[in-house]
């Protein structure tokens, strides 16, 4: 039996004339996910410099470049992406 039938959900195009979006339970539990993941990146980031610099004994010169270059590498897929 196809699954749309059965869960009386519409086809794509008719969704779109009226402006109807459906997000499935994967989606969420996909963005939920990835939102966890880059919040606790984004709140450790702080502390890879002092890492870095105190037990890996890296120059600051080195960490200086590696951290001017980490946005470039960041949006660099947005060039070929679009």
């Known amino acids: 039996m196809n699954p749309q039938l059965k869960l009386g959900t519409k086809n794509k195009q008719e969704q779109e004339k009226n402006g109807e979006f459906r997000i499935?339970?994967?989606?969420?539990?996909?963005?939920?996910?990835?939102?966890?993941?880059?919040?606790?990146?984004?709140?450790?980031?702080?502390?890879?410099?002092?890492?870095?610099?105190?037990?890996?004994?890296?120059?600051?010169?080195?960490?200086?470049?590696y951290n001017s270059l980490t946005p470039d590498t960041l949006l660099s897929p947005f060039a070929v992406v679009g």
């Open 24 to 65: 499935t339970s994967n989606f969420c539990w996909f963005l939920l996910y990835f939102s966890l993941w880059t919040f606790a990146v984004n709140v450790s980031n702080p502390f890879f410099n002092l890492y870095m610099l105190d037990n890996l004994g890296i120059d600051v010169s080195w960490v200086t470049i």
